[in-house]
C-alpha cells in the first residue's frame, strides 16, 4: 500500500492563501497520477486537481487561476497552491495517489487507488 500524509490545512479568512503538503512514498510522484480532491460537509467528493508523472496538471474550473500542484520530486511531496481562498471551499481536503484501472489522469476522471487521512481547510467570510 502507498502511504499518504497530508499536512498544511488550517483556518483562513476569505481572501486568503494556503498551502497543502502530501507526503509519499519514494518514487510515488514520479511514477504516478497523483491529485488532489475535496469534500465539503453536505457535498459529494469533488476533484480539485491532477498531475502526472511527467507534470502535466489539470484543475476543476472553479479552482482555475487560483490553485497550483506541483510536485518536489527531492522531497517526495505534492503541494498545492491555494489563493483567494472562498468559504465555499471549507472542506476536507485529501491527498491521492496511482489511479485505478480505467481511468485517466485528469481531474473529473481520475479514480484513486490510496488516500491520505485528510486535512481541514476551514475558509471564514
Given at each position: 500500500a502507498v502511504q499518504l500524509v497530508e499536512s498544511g490545512g488550517?483556518?483562513?479568512q476569505a481572501g486568503g492563501s494556503l498551502r497543502l503538503s502530501c507526503a509519499a512514498p519514494r518514487n510515488t510522484i514520479t511514477r504516478n497520477c497523483m491529485g488532489w480532491f475535496?469534500?465539503?460537509?453536505?457535498?459529494?467528493?469533488?476533484?480539485?486537481?491532477?498531475?502526472?508523472?511527467i507534470g502535466t496538471s489539470t484543475y476543476a474550473d472553479s479552482v482555475k487561476g487560483?490553485?497550483?500542484i506541483s510536485g518536489d520530486?527531492?522531497?517526495?511531496?505534492l503541494n498545492r497552491q491555494m489563493?483567494?481562498?472562498?468559504a465555499e471551499e471549507t472542506a476536507m481536503?485529501?491527498?491521492?495517489?496511482?489511479?485505478?484501472?480505467?481511468?485517466y489522469c485528469r481531474v473529473h476522471q481520475f479514480t484513486?487507488?490510496?488516500?491520505?487521512q485528510g486535512?481541514?481547510?476551514?475558509?471564514?467570510s
Open positions: 488550517g483556518s483562513v475535496r469534500h465539503a460537509p453536505g457535498k459529494g467528493r469533488e476533484g480539485v486537481a491532477t498531475i502526472d508523472y487560483r490553485f497550483t520530486n527531492a522531497k517526495n511531496t489563493n483567494s481562498l472562498k481536503y485529501y491527498c491521492a495517489a496511482v489511479a485505478s484501472p480505467g481511468t484513486a487507488r490510496y488516500w491520505g486535512t481541514q481547510v476551514t475558509v471564514s
